[in-house]
């Protein structure tokens, strides 16, 4: 058993003299008050719009707010910068901000900040990856000190979600006056969040230190207790591992099991998982856009759909000691508008095989499976179940650069991937990344295009509830996709750290979050 080139055993050994050697490393850190936390990318820019991957998102969190928060368990929004906010009409949205909060550097929030930030991430010229989360926004403008009016070009029931989870306000009197807006992140990093950046450093990592004073503090978002937290770059996670055992980290995110068990018996340090939004799935070549028409037949998907016993497969690669979230749709409760009413096929091998006969495939036939790093066990696992009705499936390892080729040539038979919503608290999101007209679509089922239209048009939210069940219940019946289960995030960390329930964030975690049993 290996992890990226590292032996499980010695790995195991490493623990064992680390056990000996380091005697107290959690005691230390609790008596510094600060927190190692390992990344596999190097950070350059604290802020998401500069680098959108997920370990950004747990830095740009927990520097900067946003206007409002979303509360899972509620699934309704909540103040944060904003104190109140109304919708006057269906394509207008006005927030009054609370009159105490601050800048890292001292100035003090206004609805300049919040218009700026805005109409900064609508200009054409702003150059940030992801410009469609707000292609739906008009124009920002100031009302008052303290009140901030927000334009639609249409009628959008994800405004809300998208304001919670995707805008983080910007001191304009300091971003506005760069040249290179680039260097703010890297350089002149200030926001209004439980943290403020004390350093950051492509090569030596970041720095946080607890913010003096956090009067928008709420159940949704509470103050940071920990006072500082240093965010470590550590390409692999063998190094990490290493480091962990032998005192230089105190917390780090694994993502196989093999990972997890390396720590199971080291009584220092306790595992936890965090269920987000993230699910794994498979996806077909419905519309015959790779040049392999045998998936074109629904009878050949749902044989697919049948032979893959979706919980052993789910408890056998999920990472983490209790069992992935059972879902048969593409979305989760804690999401607006999530609801269906059908499941996928049951798995039942000897119904895969009779459907291949009855298709015209009693001799199976060959499959590329296509799948990133993050999925190849999971693809693996899949490629065996359909071994055993006779389907030759082949896992092919990609790059996201390859992969975007292959999704921009249609030469994607079937993916095996994983996905967070983008983020994003509402059934939409998923809808959009796999069926909106485009590259990543390989089902063109006009159905789902009009329903998804329709959902996008209304503020009604039973309507679209009733909507979207509509279309995973379409996507259930054509086996167009499967999701095998959720995925949890999954982080090993000092058994003195409570690391706090978690959150629907990419990094499922929240700096703010953090506390010292």
Same mark, same amino acid.
């Given at each position: 058993? !290996?992890?990226? $080139?590292?032996?499980?055993?010695? %790995?195991?050994?490493?623990?064992?003299?680390?056990?000996?050697?380091?005697?107290?490393?959690?005691?230390?850190?609790?008596?510094?008050?600060?927190?190692?936390?390992?990344?596999?990318?190097?950070? $350059?820019?604290?802020?998401?719009?500069?680098?959108?991957?997920?370990?950004?998102?747990?830095?740009?969190?927990?520097?900067?707010?946003?206007?409002?928060?979303?509360?899972?368990?509620?699934?309704?929004?909540?103040?944060?910068?904003?104190?109140?906010?109304?919708?006057?009409?269906?394509?207008?949205?006005?927030?009054?901000?609370?009159?105490? *909060?601050?800048?890292?550097?001292?100035?003090?929030?206004?609805?300049?900040?919040?218009? !700026?930030?805005?109409?900064?991430?609508?200009?054409?010229?702003?150059?940030?990856?992801?410009?469609?989360?707000?292609?739906?926004?008009?124009?920002?403008?100031?009302?008052?000190?303290?009140?901030?009016?927000?334009?639609?070009?249409?009628?959008?029931? /994800?405004?809300?979600?998208?304001?919670?989870?995707? %805008?983080?306000?910007?001191? &304009?009197?300091?971003?506005?006056?760069?040249?290179? &807006?680039?260097?703010?992140?890297?350089?002149?990093?200030?926001? /209004?969040?439980?943290?403020?950046?004390?350093?950051?450093? %492509?090569?030596?990592?970041?720095?946080?230190?607890?913010? /003096?004073?956090?009067?928008?503090?709420?159940?949704?978002?509470?103050?940071? /207790?920990? #006072?500082?937290?240093?965010?470590?770059?550590?390409?692999?996670?063998?190094?990490?591992?290493?480091?962990?055992?032998?005192?230089?980290?105190?917390?780090?995110?694994?993502?196989?099991?093999?990972?997890?068990?390396?720590?199971?018996?080291?009584?220092?340090?306790?595992?936890?998982?965090?269920?987000?939004?993230?699910?794994?799935?498979?996806?077909?070549?419905?519309? #015959? @856009?790779?040049? #392999?028409?045998?998936?074109?037949?629904?009878?050949?998907?749902?044989?697919?759909?049948?032979?893959?016993?979706?919980?052993?497969?789910?408890?056998?690669?999920?990472?983490?000691?209790?069992?992935?979230? &059972?879902?048969?749709?593409?979305?989760?409760?804690?999401?607006?508008?999530?609801?269906? #009413?059908? *499941?996928?096929?049951?798995?039942?091998?000897?119904?895969?095989? &009779?459907?291949?006969?009855?298709? $015209?495939?009693?001799?199976?036939?060959?499959?590329?499976?296509?799948?990133?790093?993050?999925?190849?066990?999971?693809?693996?696992?899949?490629?065996?179940?359909?071994?055993?009705?006779?389907?030759?499936?082949?896992?092919?390892?990609?790059?996201?650069?390859?992969?975007?080729?292959?999704?921009?040539?249609?030469?994607?038979?079937? =993916?095996?991937?994983?996905?967070?919503? $983008?983020?994003?608290? +509402?059934?939409?999101?998923?809808?959009?990344?796999?069926?909106?007209?485009?590259?990543?679509?390989?089902?063109? +089922?006009?159905?789902?295009?009009?329903?998804?239209?329709?959902?996008?048009?209304?503020?009604?939210?039973?309507?679209?509830?009733?909507?979207?069940?509509?279309?995973? +219940? @379409?996507?259930?019946?054509?086996?167009?996709?499967?999701?095998?289960?959720?995925?949890?995030? *999954?982080? =090993?960390?000092?058994?003195?750290?409570?690391?706090?329930?978690?959150?629907?964030?990419?990094?499922?975690?929240?700096?703010?979050?953090? @506390?010292?049993?």
């Amino acid at each position: 058993m !290996y992890i990226r $080139g590292l032996q499980v055993r010695g %790995l195991q050994a490493l623990i064992l003299a680390g056990a000996f050697i380091c005697t107290g490393p959690a005691s230390a850190q609790k008596a510094k008050d600060t927190v190692r936390i390992g990344f596999y990318e190097p950070i $350059g820019s604290v802020l998401i719009y500069d680098d959108p991957q997920p370990q950004n998102a747990f830095v740009t969190r927990a520097a900067f707010d946003t206007l409002i928060c979303y509360a899972p368990e509620s699934k309704s929004f909540v103040p944060s910068l904003a104190k109140a906010w109304r919708q006057p009409d269906d394509k207008t949205l006005e927030f009054d901000l609370r009159d105490d *909060v601050k800048f890292h550097d001292g100035a003090p929030l206004t609805a300049e900040d919040v218009a !700026y930030t805005l109409n900064w991430l609508i200009d054409p010229a702003s150059p940030y990856r992801f410009k469609e989360n707000f292609s739906w926004v008009k124009e920002a403008t100031v009302v008052s000190p303290l009140t901030v009016r927000i334009a639609f070009r249409e009628i959008n029931p /994800t405004a809300l979600s998208r304001l919670a989870t995707s %805008l983080f306000i910007l001191p &304009k009197h300091v971003h506005e006056a760069l040249a290179d &807006k680039a260097t703010f992140g890297r350089r002149t990093p200030i926001g /209004t969040g439980p943290y403020r950046v004390a350093g950051v450093d %492509l090569a030596k990592g970041i720095v946080l230190t607890r913010a /003096t004073a956090y009067p928008q503090a709420s159940p949704c978002k509470p103050a940071a /207790t920990v #006072n500082r937290i240093e965010g470590l770059p550590m390409p692999d996670v063998q190094t990490q591992a290493a480091q962990m055992i032998t005192g230089g980290l105190d917390v780090m995110r694994i993502s196989t099991r093999e990972a997890g068990e390396t720590f199971e018996h080291d009584k220092r340090f306790v595992m936890t998982s965090i269920d987000g939004m993230m699910v794994q799935y498979i996806s077909f070549d419905a519309a #015959n @856009r790779s040049g #392999n028409p045998i998936l074109s037949d629904v009878r050949v998907r749902r044989a697919l759909v049948q032979a893959i016993d979706r919980q052993a497969i789910a408890t056998s690669v999920t990472p983490g000691q209790k069992p992935p979230l &059972k879902t048969d749709a593409l979305c989760f409760p804690v999401q607006i508008a999530c609801a269906w #009413n059908t *499941v996928p096929p049951a798995f039942d091998r000897a119904a895969a095989k &009779k459907l291949l006969v009855e298709a $015209g495939y009693p001799n199976g036939f060959e499959l590329e499976l296509t799948a990133f790093a993050s999925a190849a066990q999971l693809a693996e696992a899949i490629a065996g179940e359909f071994h055993k009705i006779g389907v030759r499936a082949k896992v092919s390892p990609v790059t996201l650069a390859a992969y975007r080729q292959k999704q921009r040539d249609g030469k994607l038979q079937a =993916v095996v991937a994983l996905w967070t919503s $983008g983020g994003l608290p +509402d059934s939409s999101s998923t809808v959009d990344f796999l069926f909106a007209k485009g590259p990543r679509d390989f089902s063109r +089922d006009g159905l789902i295009h009009q329903l998804a239209d329709e959902a996008m048009h209304t503020n009604d939210e039973a309507a679209r509830k009733s909507l979207y069940a509509r279309i995973y +219940d @379409r996507v259930n019946e054509q086996a167009y996709v499967l999701p095998i289960s959720g995925r949890p995030d *999954v982080f =090993v960390h000092l058994n003195e750290l409570n690391i706090g329930p978690g959150s629907l964030s990419p990094y499922s975690i929240e700096a703010n979050e953090f @506390r010292w049993k």
